[in-house]
């Protein structure tokens, strides 16, 4: 910031022929100093003739070279010489003499850390060398002799190396060092040679030893000065100019007539310091992006959560025509299908007033899962309807049971995917015989008659029979494969077992796999007067379109036998065959039911519906008056796998942070998207709704090259990528519907591979990035209100920038002309005239010190002020334009041309699915954040901050980042505990990892944006269908990603390290970018460590009956090693504790190290996580 100095520093020549010894000045002009001859000869070898020159064998330095104004004098015995004894290579030239330094007239400060040794450095320059300031000694770079004083026969001067008296003195500190007297002066001893003749600039400085660490330690000689002002180093200066040596004099720049540089030459104005850098502008914008991303992530949490109806009641199911459980499968065995069925019939709701549907959608079209499934009816039915319950409570009773024996089931216990036979104790309670035996024993079924369980005893038998057998089989994989269940008595149980498996023909592998009629696809003929009781009939008929003898009867449509291979294919055929199953003249209730909504839960295969699920379900479909809410899309509970326990969860299975916080956050809103199993659904078709529609083909007809209409089977649920649920959220959410999310665990998973879930990790984001596509380049209804919430959001980030980049307080309104400029100019005068009023702003040190800065501040703080009137003038203009269209569409019943939210939780909505629809484009936030931080490492910085403004910065995001973790967590915590009496909170596990998926699956959004364009390339060019995928799509791939690229970060730790021990310990703040490093490195190190060992073949016993050199060249002793090192719960307790303890002692860190700050603000606000 530059010194207030007030004196004077002058140079004086000495005087010859002192008695004393000492400089006795003179007056004479520095063009008159009188300059001695030195003498430089590479030869000598004397130790203590070695000074500080050139290189032996380098070219002379500049000045040397002969010149007609000052010809060298001739060395003896070289060319051009008379005959001496004097080397060949010895030069001699002119330099200048003994001279003194004089700084006066300055006031001492009390004390003896101030100003206690001044220090005086001389500068050189030249007019051939314009703006290069140079130290007048040269660096000591090797031991060569330096030059020395010599006479006009070239012997020299100065005493013998004998005497150590006359040794110059080569310490920066001695040399430059002034004694604090009366009179400061500086003596330039001639004994050594440092100057050369011709035009110079010399400058005196004395500085403040104080201010620098060490005392000069890192000032060596020679070295390069910055050019004037020198005011900003320097407490007092002064300077000489002229040609040093010669007789002749010419007019220099900058120069006075006696010899002295213009005073105001060497001061001037000193502007302070600003991080207007290139790294740091790229920080701040990277930090607003993220701060914008944070902003969209967190503002429905402003708002408050829907109410809803609290209890079941059975007369709630009166409302709703069915219900039912959808259970998709493609290739898990039959156990495990059990297990869910078990699940879905033993949640049935009570006394239900509806009928109660469990669907299981065999997609693998398996003729065993269909025998097993007709083993359960037969298990159903056998049950006994007598012994003091109703049939309906003991089929209640004993699926109750049945679900707490298995619901702690795996897939290794159940061997799915394992080998071996299912353990006996475990095929005891898949089969139903040890919950039957609980009942004789806990809730009194021995006291039933004898031989009432004789049917039950049977029928389990079987089906412990078939679950043994592990033959496979498939039958007419072309055609549809249904079969119903019903009671013998129908009304004396609301519960109805469906086995569906719709056609799943082979495809010709030469033709894509489209979604509409083509060569090669399989279709079914439709006549125009078809009715839906002749779907299935119809579908019998389907066959494949066989290129060059298409069929094209006018009076027939055809209809492509699956538009979707994926999951969203089955589950609308299901919806699809329920709903003309309930149109059956035996299945309609004759009342309002036969026109209400139906509930359509999805449960996965590897999961299992707890027995309490829709009595906590269904109330969130009503109001808080117990009627039917139509603005409820559908509910969402959490995935939950009970063998994943958090500290042991590696690579975050059960996806906490975003089910105990993000869903929390966004259900503030009802915008909560469906993430597929554990999602239950309200559908309402229109009445007379067919099962068929028309749309649009994406790829044109031959015959009239256009995009012409054929006729598709219904879809309720999204076919058009893989992500189905948030495509239909989506949907739902521009119909202006929300959801609800039920914070408990109602449903028991089954964990599959860790590594299979960075496959589902990979093809979410890549379905992501093609539904994001496919939205924002369509013309979809409502996807409008998408694109006006993403400029919005663009338009966000531009005003941060603006905010943060611009050097003037305009206002945007006034620059488009909305608004006055004088009228703005007259309501900020008074704003800015307060601003500049302000005590603590008037009487702050810093801006003494720095007036010029004054303007800026206020400047900032004002742009601040209209940025925040700005956004609040916008959000108000939304509100009243929100709540205009409420009291329009909602009070009075008028309906707008076009669709537009008409509450702000709807505004809240589009947010979230904006987020959805964008969110894998900050992929490079995690690697930028890397980056930077070894960017930090390796490089110099070039800004600087204050400690304790950097502290004071840390310390109020930390709170804030906490404070809304840990009121969010507990607000729902304390909710669902009043609630239910169950707590589901966000652990510490949970943040650490999610923060290492932050940075784990940075090369998997990559990967999958590039493979989503590629996809919805071809779903665009060529009607395929990228709704499916098989089994290990891409798996390979992801893995390998995440493996290689948690390696790396690994390894670039300990370089980091490795680069600080040798060199990178000498640059500021390189230490604190290292210990962040190293804290990505130890995040993901977990996550590495069990991609590459975490599934060795080798045992401990393996290893421990391995010999030395067995286990030196067994690559599996290194796996099992490192895999009992890393992986267990006591290095990860340790782990996870790192990353709160560093968020708590880093703020204060910053008070000694504030570069830590800055790289820790990022991760605080920049970090963006989702699904």
């Not at 507990?970 to 909170?985: G, P, W």
């Not at 596990?989 to 919805?1016: C, E, H």
């Not at 799509?1033 to 690229?1045: E, H, I, P, Q």
């Not at 604190?1072 to 190190?1085: E, F, K, N």
Request: with cysteine; net charge neutral.
């Amino acid at each position: 910031g530059g010194a207030s100095f007030q004196g004077e520093v002058s140079m004086q020549e000495c005087a010859d022929g002192s008695v004393t010894g000492k400089c006795e000045p003179t007056t004479a002009q520095f063009n008159r100093w009188t300059c001695h001859d030195c003498k430089y000869d590479p030869t000598a070898i004397e130790d203590d003739e070695r000074r500080l020159q050139l290189i032996p064998g380098m070219a002379p330095p500049p000045g040397l070279e002969d010149t007609p104004d000052t010809p060298l004098v001739p060395v003896p015995g070289s060319a051009g010489s008379t005959g001496t004894t004097a080397s060949k290579s010895a030069l001699i030239y002119t330099s200048l003499p003994r001279f003194k330094v004089t700084v006066s007239g300055v006031t001492v400060p009390s004390g003896t850390d101030v100003f206690s040794q001044p220090r005086t450095f001389i500068l050189t320059s030249s007019t051939a060398t314009k703006g290069v300031w140079k130290k007048l000694y040269q660096a000591q770079t090797a031991t060569i002799p330096a030059p020395f004083p010599v006479d006009a026969s070239g012997k020299a001067i100065i005493k013998t190396s004998s005497d150590d008296e006359s040794r110059p003195l080569l310490d920066a500190v001695s040399r430059q060092a002034m004694s604090l007297e009366q009179l400061n002066t500086l003596d330039i001893e001639p004994d050594w040679c440092y100057g050369m003749q011709g035009p110079m600039y010399l400058v005196a400085c004395a500085v403040n030893s104080t201010v620098y660490a060490n005392g000069f330690d890192r000032f060596k000689p020679g070295q390069h000065a910055a050019p004037p002002p020198f005011n900003d180093r320097c407490m007092a200066v002064s300077g000489r100019c002229g040609h040093a040596c010669q007789s002749s004099q010419a007019e220099m720049a900058n120069c006075t007539a006696d010899g002295h540089i213009i005073q105001s030459k060497l001061l001037g104005a000193i502007l302070a310091d600003k991080n207007q850098s290139t790294p740091v502008w790229l920080f701040v914008y990277v930090l607003l992006i993220g701060f914008g991303v944070k902003v969209v992530m967190l503002c429905p949490g402003i708002f408050s959560p829907y109410p809803h109806c609290r209890r079941y009641d059975p007369f709630l199911t009166e409302a709703l025509r069915y219900i039912v459980v959808c259970v998709p499968s493609a290739g898990e065995n039959k156990n495990t299908v059990l297990r869910n069925v078990v699940g879905a019939i033993g949640c049935m709701p009570k006394d239900c007033k509806c009928r109660y549907h469990v669907a299981f959608v065999d997609e693998g079209h398996r003729h065993e899962q269909k025998v097993m499934f007709g083993k359960l009816g037969d298990l159903v039915a056998a049950i006994p309807n007598f012994g003091g319950n109703s049939y309906e409570e003991n089929v209640r009773q004993f699926f109750l049971m049945w679900v707490a024996e298995t619901k702690q089931m795996d897939l290794q216990k159940l061997k799915d995917g394992y080998k071996g036979d299912v353990d006996a104790d475990i095929m005891e309670r898949m089969s139903g015989r040890l919950p039957l035996k609980k009942l004789k024993k806990e809730n009194g079924w021995h006291a039933m008659p004898a031989g009432s369980l004789s049917a039950l005893d049977q029928a389990i038998d079987a089906l412990e029979e078939d679950l043994k057998n592990l033959k496979k089989e498939k039958k007419d994989i072309h055609r549809d494969d249904v079969a119903d269940w019903e009671p013998k008595e129908r009304n004396s149980l609301a519960l109805r077992l469906h086995y569906l498996s719709r056609a799943k023909p082979q495809e010709d592998e030469r033709t894509i796999k489209a979604q509409h009629v083509a060569p090669g696809t399989w279709y079914y003929r439709v006549p125009q007067n078809a009715e839906n009781k002749d779907w299935l009939r119809l579908r019998q008929g389907a066959k494949e379109m066989v290129y060059g003898l298409e069929d094209d009867d006018p009076f027939m449509n055809n209809v492509p036998l699956r538009t979707s291979r994926g999951k969203a294919g089955g589950l609308n055929f299901v919806e699809n065959y329920l709903s003309i199953y309930a149109d059956a003249p035996k299945n309609l209730y004759g009342d309002d039911r036969d026109n209400a909504p139906c509930l359509f839960s999805i449960c996965d295969a590897r999961h299992q519906f707890q027995t309490d699920f829709f009595h906590t379900t269904i109330p969130y479909f009503f109001s808080e008056d117990q009627e039917l809410n139509p603005y409820v899309a559908f509910t969402q509970c959490p995935q939950f796998f009970h063998e994943m326990q958090d500290k042991l969860d590696y690579l975050d299975n059960n996806n906490a942070q975003f089910f105990r916080l993000n869903c929390m956050v966004r259900n503030c809103c009802g915008g909560v998207s469906s993430c597929g199993t554990n999602g239950t659904w309200m559908i309402r078709h229109p009445e007379g709704d067919m099962v068929w529609e028309r749309e649009k083909r994406r790829v044109r007809d031959t015959d009239s090259k256009r995009k012409s209409k054929e006729y598709v089977e219904r879809r309720t649920f999204h076919e058009s990528c893989k992500v189905e649920d948030t495509a239909s959220s989506l949907q739902q959410v521009l119909k202006g519907r929300r959801s609800q999310f039920i914070n408990r665990r109602l449903s028991y998973g089954m964990a599959k591979n860790p590594v299979d879930y960075l496959a589902a990790v990979q093809r979410w984001a890549e379905g992501g990035v093609v539904l994001s596509m496919q939205t924002f380049l369509s013309y979809h209804k409502g996807v409008y209100m998408v694109w006006f919430t993403f400029i919005f959001f663009l338009s966000f980030l531009f005003s941060l920038y603006r905010m943060v980049s611009a050097t003037d307080t305009h206002f945007i309104l006034v620059e488009l002309g909305v608004v006055d400029k004088s009228m703005f100019e007259k309501l900020m005068a008074p704003v800015i005239e307060w601003l500049h009023d302000q005590y603590w702003v008037t009487n702050s040190e810093y801006f003494q010190r720095h007036p010029q800065l004054l303007a800026d501040y206020v400047t900032m703080t004002t742009q601040f002020m209209i940025w925040v009137a700005t956004l609040v003038l916008f959000l108000v203009l939304v509100f009243v334009v929100t709540e205009l269209l409420k009291v329009i569409q909602r009070v009075c019943g008028l309906k707008m041309p076009c669709i537009w939210p008409d509450e702000m939780r709807w505004w809240g909505r589009l947010l979230i699915s904006m987020d959805n629809l964008t969110y894998f484009l900050w992929f490079w936030t995690a690697f930028f954040w890397i980056g930077f931080n070894y960017y930090s490492v390796f490089a110099k910085r070039s800004y600087h901050f204050s400690s304790v403004g950097m502290f004071s910065f840390m310390l109020a995001i930390q709170i804030l980042s906490w404070g809304m973790i840990i009121a969010s967590s507990m607000r729902y915590t304390l909710s669902t505990s009043m609630e239910a009496n169950e707590v589901i909170s966000l652990s510490m596990d949970n943040i650490w990892r999610s923060t290492q998926l932050f940075y784990i699956t940075a090369p998997l959004l990559f990967y999958s944006i590039i493979k989503g364009v590629q996809d919805y390339l071809r779903y665009q060019m060529y009607g395929e269908d990228i709704s499916y995928w098989v089994g290990g799509d891409r798996g390979a791939m992801s893995t390998n990603l995440v493996k290689y690229w948690t390696l790396l970060l690994l390894i670039g730790a300990v370089s980091a390290w490795v680069y600080y021990i040798v060199a990178g310990h000498n640059e500021v703040g390189a230490f604190g970018s290292c210990l962040i490093v190293s804290l990505i490195a130890l995040d993901v190190l977990h996550p590495c460590a069990y991609l590459w060992v975490g599934q060795t073949k080798t045992s401990d016993a393996m290893v421990s009956e391995m010999t030395w050199s067995q286990a030196f060249a067994t690559r599996g002793f290194y796996e099992r090693k490192i895999n009992n090192l890393v992986l267990n719960q006591t290095v990860t307790g340790l782990f996870k504790w790192l990353g709160p303890a560093w968020f708590v002692l880093m703020p204060l860190l910053t008070l000694v190290m504030p570069y830590i700050g800055v790289n820790q603000a990022f991760m605080m606000v920049g970090s963006t996580t989702n699904r």
